[in-house]
């Protein structure tokens, strides 16, 4: 199990994401040619996106996707790529690429579908940024949710699944990419504020969440960055 690397403030735990995300593209790029990031939506990603956008990395050979996000329009307000759009394509770093999970005037299985050959391109990923929920789920791979089993499938082929609305979650229909997509990296940060989701990552983590796959698996080496 990784440890979790505690900063003594959220400015502190920001800095260093933006620094270690930089840092693996960068050596990606060096290394491949190329480099893919998995970012995250949210509202604590948002300021290490401030920051990254403003550090010096080979953004012209890098393809920018996301681990999840609503079925909804840009113009959403819970549009995760909006987010990203706004946050981190921005100056140089909007010299990358950018690889949606939504697509307009499809239906939601569909826009899926479509995301595939996109996060493929993206893949070998330099880093993939992720948060975790309360109830241990990532991406939009939520427990109880019919989506969850596809989206856990270590021997599927699949990048991409479409995420339906409804108990025990989202609100929306999302899009996700799958536990095989996510661990085809260099280095998966996992970003973490509050107590509560410190502790739900401290010591033996339950093997029915499934983040707990993440942080089982040896295919990608995972860090916990965690502030109050």
């Known amino acids: ?14 800095d260093a994401a933006a620094s270690t995300i930089a840092g693996a593209l960068t050596t990606a790029v ?22 990254l956008a403003t550090l010096t990395v080979p953004w012209d050979k890098v393809t920018v996707t996301l681990s999840d996000d609503r079925f909804v329009p840009l113009d959403h307000p819970g549009s995760n790529e909006a987010l ?21 005037g499809v ?24 948060g975790v929920g309360a109830d241990g789920h990532f991406a939009s791979l939520f427990p109880g949710n019919p989506a969850l089993a596809a989206g856990l499938d270590p021997d599927t082929d699949r990048l ?14 999302r899009i996700s990419l799958t536990f095989q997509a996510l661990i085809q990296a260099s280095l998966i ?9 410190r502790e739900l990552l401290a010591g033996e983590v339950d093997p029915d969440l499934p983040i707990a ?14 502030a109050e």
Do not use: C, N
Not at 213 to 226: M, S
């Open 30 to 51: 060096a290394t491949h040619g190329k480099a893919g990031f998995a970012a995250t939506g949210g509202t604590t990603p948002a300021p290490v996106y401030d920051r």
């Open 84 to 104: 990203v759009r706004r946050h981190l394509l921005t100056g140089d770093a909007a010299k990358a690429a950018f690889a949606p999970l939504y697509f307009d």
């Open 213 to 226: 796959r993440i942080l089982k698996q040896d295919r990608a080496p995972v860090r916990i960055l965690w």
């Open 189 to 197: 940060v996992l970003l973490v504020t509050g107590e509560a989701k």
């Open 1 to 14: 199990m990784p440890k979790i690397e505690v900063f003594p403030t959220r400015e502190a735990l920001y």
């Open 107 to 130: 239906d939601h299985e569909a826009s899926a579908a479509k995301a595939e050959e996109g996060v493929a391109q993206a893949l070998p990923f330099g880093v993939v940024l992720l």
């Open 160 to 173: 991409v699944v479409a995420v339906p609305k409804g108990e025990p979650a989202p609100d929306l229909p």
